[in-house]
């Protein structure tokens, strides 16, 4: 056996290549990939691909790598539901005690569909809230507000209003910090959409500070996602502990400093250090400068908590080769998981079942989607033992932004979801059939 397969699922530790038993005397069979002790080959067979595939065990232990990292200072964790919103994880969340960030009226409803208890933790982010969500959110009771501007401000004022009640609120600041990010999904600077800036902040504090309907309650900040150095998250943090000290000496109430997300996660090789180390490095350097600020800070981790928990299971429809040039055209497409094709992001792809003589033999190959569009890739020119139509393929690493970015195009149904713990296995999210896509229309 080659060392890289062997070592591959490092990164993602709810899968790991097992031997197969066959035969009545359970001879050794082939190495085949598992999620937990499921081999992928039988979810392929009772599930049909291409399908989602996550790890609880996985998802509740990055969940546990973060509280523990945190322990020394008041927190709550507030998972990002954009990253992956099925109702079955988000509930597997809500068991452990976890809050929620919430971008939109639909995530808020998933979250309380999940567990309405969980509203007492759930944060409220996004530059466009309607007066519907902000609404829905008042009443649900949910424990902040972050706040992106002014217009926003008095819209939740209004709604407060109205709902004689008093919204608990933050504003989210824009550091100015660079991160060393794809430019998609780095948010924090003054070029951004996001936040307000650093020097306008005392200003608005003030006037939320006299609405009768509105309760100051903390500052935030968030400056993008799949960021792997701790350095830009303590230099944003530095500039927010400097602005609570400046608010509080103006007479606010500063409880909670609302941390965001943004914490990366490893693609394409095994990352330095386990992930409870990772998330300690992290811990490190945001908690550094709010030492001596008694506050209780607030993380929405997103990506680090369900990106490795999740595989995508597909089979290889054809080979082909267009002038010796060769193409895997899978099952899957852009449509399912849009990472490469929208970010140019890359994904570990490896076989599920490793056959010893088919790994001698290795061929350099795309691996791509049915979809009419050139970007619908999934890898270029990757190096892969030789395999044959009908042999099944995982990309890792796609449990966040994967399904939660899948859409219809093409008229391509979206694909089921399961969820894996130890020896069992849950759909959690029916294959979508044609009629469904249909129903809409008229
Ligand atoms: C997207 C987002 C997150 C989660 O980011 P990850 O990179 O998935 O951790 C957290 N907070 C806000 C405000 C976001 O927009």
């Known amino acids: 056996m080659t060392s890289r397969y062997q070592s591959l699922p490092g990164r993602a530790p709810g899968f790991t290549y097992q031997h197969s038993r066959r035969g009545l005397l359970r001879t050794k069979g082939p190495l085949v990939l598992h999620c937990e002790d499921l081999s992928m080959t039988t979810l392929a067979e009772k599930f049909g691909t291409p399908l989602y595939v996550y790890s609880g065990e996985t998802i509740t232990a990055h969940h546990l790598a973060f509280d523990r990292a945190f322990r020394d200072i008041h927190h709550t964790i507030c998972y990002s539901v954009k990253a992956n919103s099925n109702l079955s994880i988000l509930r597997l969340l809500a068991r452990k005690g976890c809050g929620f960030d ?255 003589d088919q790994i001698a033999k290795s061929e350099t190959t795309d691996i791509v989607g049915p979809v009419c569009e050139t970007g619908d890739f999934f890898a270029r020119d990757r190096t892969l033992p030789v395999l044959e139509e009908g042999d099944l393929l995982a990309i890792l690493d796609a449990g966040a932004y994967g399904m939660a970015l899948a859409s219809n195009y093409n008229t391509r149904p979206r694909p089921a979801e399961v969820l894996v713990s130890g020896k069992s296995a849950k759909l959690i999210r029916r294959r979508e059939k044609i009629s469904d896509l249909l129903r809409q229309e008229l």
């Open 102 to 356: 919430v971008v939109s009226g639909g995530e808020l409803e998933r979250v309380m569909t999940a567990d309405r208890r969980a509203a007492k933790r759930v944060v409220f982010s996004g530059v466009g809230k309607t007066r519907e969500e902000i609404t829905a959110a008042l009443k649900a009771g949910i424990l902040l507000f972050n706040i992106e501007s002014e217009s926003e401000l008095w819209a939740l004022a209004e709604c407060a209003g109205r709902l004689r009640t008093k919204a608990p609120v933050a504003f989210r600041v824009n550091p100015d910090v660079a991160a060393e990010t794809h430019p998609y999904i780095s948010t924090g600077l003054h070029k951004h959409k996001f936040g307000v800036p650093v020097s306008e902040a005392r200003a608005l504090y003030a006037e939320a500070s006299g609405v009768r309907y509105l309760r100051v309650r903390g500052v935030s900040v968030h400056i993008g996602s799949q960021i792997t150095d701790a350095g830009p998250f303590g230099e944003a943090m530095s500039r927010v502990a400097d602005l609570v000290r400046e608010l509080r000496r103006d007479g606010h109430e500063i409880d909670y400093v609302d941390a965001g997300g943004g914490l990366g996660i490893s693609y394409d090789q095994p990352p330095a250090g386990t992930f409870p180390q990772q998330v300690a490095a992290y811990a490190a350097a945001l908690v550094k400068p709010l030492r001596d600020l008694k506050i209780h800070l607030l993380l929405e981790p997103g990506r680090s908590i369900v990106g490795p928990a999740g595989a995508l299971l597909t089979s290889i429809v054809y080979k082909k080769s267009n002038n010796g040039k060769k193409f895997l055209i899978v099952d899957a497409a852009m449509n399912d998981l849009i990472r490469p094709a929208l970010y140019g992001a890359f994904h570990e792809i490896i076989p599920v079942t490793l056959h010893t």
